[in-house]
């Protein structure tokens, strides 16, 4: 259901649906083999008013900060991290673009 709901919210983007549920993917592998070493998936559960992401933009800021920290020292480039924001955000943000 949450991989529907992800799609959906990627069409609204405008961009093709199947480049855009490709990108989502492509984030999600990302974020499982660079990113889980440090923190597990529910630290972007958190309530609303707790959480410390609060926007897009503050997201984008998060994931290019600390895409250098991974364990396994991989360079993320800037389609990388901006597909990474795109798993979180239609993972679990959804945050308006």
């Not at 609204?12 to 480049?19: H, Q, S």
């Not at 991974?70 to 800037?78: E, I, L, N, S």
């Amino acid at each position: 259901m949450t991989r529907w709901l992800a799609l959906g919210a990627v069409a609204l983007l405008g961009l093709p649906l199947e480049a855009a549920a490709q990108n989502i993917e492509r984030g999600r592998l990302l974020y499982e083999k660079h990113c889980t070493g440090c923190h597990y998936e529910r630290v972007h559960q958190r309530p609303r008013g707790t959480s410390e992401v609060q926007n897009i933009t503050h997201l984008r800021q998060l994931v290019a900060s600390r895409s250098t920290l991974t364990m396994t020292k991989y360079r993320f480039t800037a389609q990388d991290k901006e597909d990474v924001v795109q798993y979180l955000n239609a993972s679990y943000y959804k945050f308006a673009k």
